[in-house]
């Protein structure tokens, strides 16, 4: 798993394009740009072993990021592929060795049938949508899930700070607001998105580009 860092980090990069607006204003749609980017480019690939003990479920992220999409997962030591499937379609009555892997959360998995054992789970990752304010008493306007891979900054930075911007930037009604700016920024935004997603599919060592499940 990578370091997370706040999304504070990526504040020099956007605030000498809209002085004006907030720190913590600009630190959250910074997540929510950073929301997106994983979406569409699937940059933040996750890929973990572990053992499955638990029916209902086994934490395989972080509790302040969330499974966008399973890439693939395999089973005990003859690393059987699993299937993705939707949790709804899975049927808890039935018997026998793992066919299926689903998500049950915004942070765990299960199998189906289900049974103990070892798992190998590739996953790809994005921030958790969510908002949790006063956890730190030094900084009260500081919302723990704002926080993103370390690499998110040093790589795609300018990205990020370009979505940012569009999000911030078109914000009606304040000093900072700026539609026609937020707009070129919007297009920036999406050129790199496009970019980003054609150079990781080209990445995945000559994996067929695929979409197998959908979010939580």
């Known amino acids: 798993m990578p370091t997370m860092v706040s999304t ?12 004006t607006c907030p720190d913590f204003i600009t630190a959250q749609q910074a ?3 950073a929301i997106e980017f994983c979406e569409r480019s699937r940059a933040w690939r996750h890929v973990v072993t572990t053992t499955v003990t638990d029916r209902e479920m086994t934490p395989v992220v972080p509790d302040t990021a969330t499974i966008h999409e399973i890439e693939f997962a395999e089973w005990g030591e003859s690393r059987d592929k699993l299937t993705p499937v ?3 379609t899975i049927k808890g009555d039935i018997e026998g060795r793992p066919h299926y892997v689903t998500q049950v959360n915004p942070h765990a ?4 049938p289900f049974e103990e054992g070892e798992i190998r789970i590739s996953m790809f990752l994005k921030p958790l949508s969510a908002t949790e304010y006063g956890s730190d008493p030094a900084n009260p306007l500081e919302d723990r899930f704002n926080v993103i891979p370390d690499f998110f900054v040093s790589i795609h930075g300018s990205t990020l700070a370009a979505g940012t911007l569009a999000r911030i930037l ?22 790199k998105l496009n970019q980003s997603f054609r150079a990781n599919m080209r990445g995945q060592q000559r994996a ?3 979409t197998r499940f959908k979010d939580f």
């Open 8 to 19: 504070r980090e990526l504040l020099p990069l956007i605030a000498p394009f809209a002085p």
């Open 31 to 33: 997540r929510f740009a």
């Open 208 to 210: 067929p580009i695929r």
């Open 170 to 191: 078109s914000i009606p009604d304040e000093p900072w607001t700026n539609p026609q700016e937020a707009q070129r920024y919007w297009m920036i935004f999406q050129d």
């Open 109 to 112: 998995i299960t199998v189906s």
């Open 86 to 88: 939707q949790f709804s």
